[in-house]
C-alpha cells in the first residue's frame, strides 16, 4: 500500500481461508511509502506484523512527542509490537530519514511512558519485535537510533550519522542485535548496549566518534567482528556507578580490529569527557568479560587496559566508599589478542606507565592474561591464565 502525505492511496488485502473449519491468521501487511510520504504516518498505520517499505529518498517528518520524554522531538516513533522498517536502501540511493530542524531522535521505538528504572521487572512497559533496516539516520540533537525497554530486536545495515550524542543507543533491553552498521559522528557512543542482556554486536564499523563502542552494565552481550577507527576510544566495557543496572558481567569482546583511535575528545559534557584520547580497549570495573582474539593497535595512549571504576572516574576514597557498584575488576580473561603499536603518544591524563600495549592498574582478583602478542605491558609481568 502506498500513503501519499496522510492518505491512503491502496488498500491492503488480507484474505481468511478455512481449512478443517478454522480460519487462518490474517497475512501481515507491507506498508509502501514514497518520498512525500510520511514513515510515521505509516508507521501509525500498520498491525503488528506488518512493514513498513520505504522507497530511496530524504524523508524530513513532522516529528512527534518522543514516547520516553514528551518535552522532546522524534521523527519517528515506533510503540507497537513487531513492527519492521525497511529502507529499500543501495549505496547509489539510500533511504535517509534526517532532523527536519530542532528534533532530538531520530527513531525512537518504545512504549510511551515506559521508564527504565521500571520496566525491566514490569512488562507492561516493554515492546517486543521491532526490526530497523537499511536505514540512514541523520544530524538529530541527540540520538540517531533509541530503543528502550525492547526486546527480540534488530537492527541491520543502518547508518546514524553527526548525531549529537549517540548513533545507535539500545537501553534496558533484552536479547537483540545490531550488525553490519554504521556509526559516525557521534559525541558520545556510536555504537551504545547499555543496562541490557543478550546482544550481539557484530560486523559493525564505528568512525569519528567519541567512544566507537560501548558496553554499559550489561551481561551476555558479545561484541565480535567490528571495526573501530578514528574515534577518541574504540570500545568500552565497563561498569558505571548510579544506574539502574548494578554490574556488567559475563560479556564477550572478540575478533575486533581496533585501531587508530586517537580523535581528540569532542564530548558535550558528562563522564564520556574522562575518555583519553588514544584508548584503544578498555575494560572498567567489569566481571567475568572474556576480551580474545582482537587486534589493537596505533591507539596512541595504550592497548587494552583493565582498571578499578574508582580510578577510572577519578574519584577520591570517600566517593569511591559510595558506588554503588562493586569497583574492583574481577576474573576477567584477555587471550589470543594482537597489541602493538599503542601508547607511543599517549593523553596527558593517561600516566606514562599505563601508555603501552596491554595494561592493569593491579586492581580486582582473577584477572589473567595468556598467549597475546604485544610488545609492551604494566606491569611487566601480568598474571598468566595457565
Known amino acids: 500500500m502506498t500513503l501519499r502525505g496522510t492518505r ?4 491492503f488485502i488480507t484474505s481468511a481461508v478455512c481449512v478443517g473449519g478454522l480460519a487462518s491468521p490474517a497475512a501481515a501487511s507491507t506498508i509502501h511509502v514514497k518520498p512525500g510520504d510520511s514513515i510515521q504516518a505509516a508507521v501509525d498505520l500498520a498491525k503488528p506484523g506488518d512493514t513498513v517499505m520505504i522507497a530511496p529518498g530524504i524523508y524530513h517528518e513532522n516529528g512527534s512527542p518522543c514516547p520516553t520524554n514528551p518535552a522532546d522531538t522524534c521523527a519517528v516513533v515506533v510503540a507497537k509490537n513487531d513492527i519492521t522498517l525497511v529502507g529499500q536502501s543501495s549505496k547509489a540511493k539510500p533511504v535517509i530519514v534526517e532532523n527536519a530542524g530542532g528534533q532530538d531522535q531520530g527513531i525512537s521505538a518504545a512504549k510511551p511512558g515506559a521508564s527504565g528504572s521500571t520496566c525491566l521487572t514490569d512488562p507492561t512497559q516493554r515492546i517486543s519485535g521491532v526490526v530497523i533496516r537499511g536505514l540512514t539516520v541523520n544530524g538529530f540533537d541527540d540520538d540517531g537510533i533509541f530503543l528502550l525497554c525492547v526486546d527480540h530486536w534488530l537492527i541491520d545495515h543502518t547508518r546514524a550519522h553527526s548525531n549529537a550524542e549517540y548513533g545507535i543507543f539500545p537501553s534496558h533491553a533484552g536479547a537483540g542485535r545490531v550488525t553490519h552498521s554504521t556509526a559516525t559522528g557521534a559525541n558520545d557512543t556510536g555504537i551504545y548496549i547499555g543496562q541490557s ?16 563502542f560501548e558496553i554499559e552494565n ?14 577518541t576510544a574504540g570500545a568500552l566495557t565497563f561498569a558505571m556507578p548510579g544506574l539502574d543496572v548494578k554490574a556488567n558481567h559475563d560479556n564477550r569482546v572478540d575478533h575486533n580490529d581496533i585501531h587508530d583511535n586517537n580523535k ?7 563522564d564520556v569527557c574522562l575518555v583519553p584520547r588514544g584508548t584503544g580497549l578498555l575494560d572498567v570495573g567489569t566481571d567475568r568479560n572474556l576480551i580474545d582474539h582482537n587486534r589493537v593497535t596505533g591507539n596512541n595512549s595504550f592497548g587494552i587496559g583493565i582498571v578499578n571504576v574508582c580510578v577510572a572516574f577519578g574519584l577520591t576514597p570517600a566517593e569511591c566508599a559510595v558506588v554503588d557498584v562493586e569497583p574492583n575488576p574481577d576474573n576477567n580473561t584477555v587471550v589470543h589478542n594482537v597489541a602493538l603499536g599503542n601508547g607511543t603518544a599517549p593523553d596527558p591524563s593517561v600516566p606514562s606507565v599505563f601508555a603501552v600495549d596491554l595494561a592493569w592498574d593491579l586492581s580486582g582478583t582473577g584477572n589473567c592474561w595468556a598467549h597475546n602478542k604485544a610488545a609492551t605491558f604494566f606491569p611487566p ?6
Open 8 to 11: 491512503l492511496a491502496v488498500l
Open 197 to 212: 542482556h543478550d546482544v550481539r554486536i557484530d560486523h559493525n564499523v564505528a568512525t569519528g566518534n567519541v567512544s566507537g
Open 218 to 231: 550489561s551481561s551476555n552481550v558479545r561484541m565480535d567482528h567490528n571495526e573501530s577507527t578514528g574515534n
Open 264 to 270: 581528540p575528545n569532542t564530548c558535550l559534557g558528562g
Open 381 to 386: 609481568s601480568l598474571p598468566s591464565c595457565f
